[in-house]
């Protein structure tokens, strides 16, 4: 406990407190409402999958489901929100981190997000129709193309979503770097008299170092792709994305995870925070993968991903999954203090806020409870990857709100699952089952104090 104390609290604490860590949860923070609101859109659009035929197994509904939204236009709305929304979440990040790590760096937040944006519009590598005699590349995997009839030099759909985050993520936090510190010299700024309008004496202010910065990033991932052969999406997804991917995918690292979230708390630091700076960047994508796929009618196994969609499984009514402390505490407590907090805990439990009980009960250096709230979140997120790698229960495709109500909150986040919201259920008795010993020592510990 006094190594924990010393050693791996503060140095978490400086983690969480990383400014590029920080600016990036940010940035991922301020885009989560889009996310949502493609999510829904998909979800709007797909859940009539629930009763096909490896469903509930009532074809009629799914048949007349598809022909109203397809009749009505419902389905071309929600087209156009999700190609605006979740199709195009590396644009938004890149303009959302740009202004986070202005802010951080006391620059200029609107100016760096547009400088960060054209350069990676410019580095975008753009489609190519084909020709009457096309060859393709040797070894090639992926090529971007159109059709015939369709002018070249547009970009491809993929450098925009998801695919193109990391990029993003990497190139903003370089051009952000470079901008912001070339706009602090006084020798690059362009000085206008004082009658001149603010915004256009702002901008030629940071002309100079906004031309530097655009023309050097662009120049260098130019060249990059010219002596390299391979453009800066093919390098992020062959050194970094891949092997992100291949180690954030596994039942270690889901355990990790949880285990360093509620390790966190029971010292008072939000460990959502602290681990989520690190696991978003990683998360984000793989989840906009599954809903690519189930947007493409795939389910199950075919979803790529799982180490994501741990959220709605094994933080049931907020970290340490305490919903179970709350029943246990409502059928077994006798500390009427205990009791006291829980009761004004439902209501915020029920939508995963439980920073009362955290606090009030409470959780952080408490001996008697931190053991239950650490391992209740690492079991279930252990055994939830299990029983999702087995294809025993559905896999998580869908963004939905984090407040959203369990059972629920399981059931959209897998495109309406039945299977997973009927675990989600089961996790809830278990979970109570859980704490219901702790529960009983702290009415032995407290009466015997009394």
């Known amino acids: 406990m006094k190594f924990l104390e010393e050693k791996f609290v503060p140095l978490a604490a400086r983690i969480g407190s990383q400014r590029h860590l920080v600016a990036i949860r940010d940035a991922f923070v301020v885009i989560m409402p889009v996310t949502i609101v493609g999510a829904i859109a998909v979800l709007i659009n797909n859940i009539q999958g629930v009763f096909a035929e490896n469903g509930l197994n009532v074809v009629s509904i799914q048949e007349g489901y598809t022909n109203f939204i397809k009749t ?39 100016a760096t997000s547009v400088v960060a944006l054209t350069c990676y519009l410019g580095l975008a590598p753009a489609v190519q129709t084909l020709t009457n005699s096309y060859k393709w590349a040797e070894e090639a995997t992926n090529v971007d193309v159109l059709t015939a009839d369709v002018a070249s ?37 362009i000085t206008l008299p004082d009658g001149v309008p603010p915004a256009v004496a702002g901008s030629f202010t940071v ?76 998360f984000t994508p793989m989840l906009l993968e599954n809903t690519a796929a189930y947007e493409a009618g795939k389910t199950g196994a075919d979803l790529p991903n799982i180490a994501h969609g741990m959220q709605a499984f094994a933080v049931i009514g ?37 920073e009362p009980i955290t606090f009030g009960v409470p959780i952080v250096m408490n001996p008697v409870y931190m053991l239950p709230f650490i391992a209740g979140p690492v079991i279930l997120a252990a055994l939830t990857y299990i029983l999702m790698d087995l294809n025993i229960i559905e896999r998580v495709c869908l963004s939905a709100p984090w407040v959203t109500p369990p059972i629920l909150y399981a059931f959209l986040a897998t495109g309406g699952g039945i299977k997973a919201a009927i675990y989600n259920a089961i996790e809830i008795v278990l979970l109570t089952l859980l704490w219901m010993p702790f529960v009983m020592v702290s009415n032995k510990q407290n009466a015997n104090a009394e």
């Open 153 to 189: 030099g547009g970009l491809a759909a993929n450098k925009l979503d998801s695919n193109g985050m990391f990029v993003g993520m990497i190139l903003t936090i370089i051009v952000a770097e470079i901008f912001v510190r070339l706009s602090r010299n006084d020798k690059l700024k």
């Open 72 to 110: 009505t236009g419902i389905q071309d709305v929600m087209n156009a929100v999700n190609k605006g929304s979740i199709n195009m979440m590396a644009i938004l990040l890149v303009v959302t981190l740009g202004y986070q790590m202005a802010k951080g760096l006391n620059g200029d937040g609107i």
């Open 207 to 282: 002309l100079i170092p906004a031309i530097i910065t655009v023309i050097l990033v662009v120049a260098v991932g130019t060249y990059i792709d010219r002596f390299s052969g391979m453009n800066l999406w093919v390098i992020i997804q062959k050194f970094v994305s891949a092997p992100l991917n291949s180690v954030a995918d596994t039942l270690g690292t889901v355990i990790l995870v949880y285990f360093l979230i509620n390790l966190l708390w029971v010292f008072g630091l939000h460990g959502a925070n602290i681990v989520g700076s690190v696991t978003t960047p990683i």
């Open 318 to 354: 907020g970290s340490g999954s305490t919903i179970g402390l709350i029943i246990a505490v409502l059928i077994f407590g006798k500390v009427q203090a205990e009791r006291t907090v829980i009761g004004i805990s439902i209501a915020p439990g029920l939508f995963q806020i439980n």
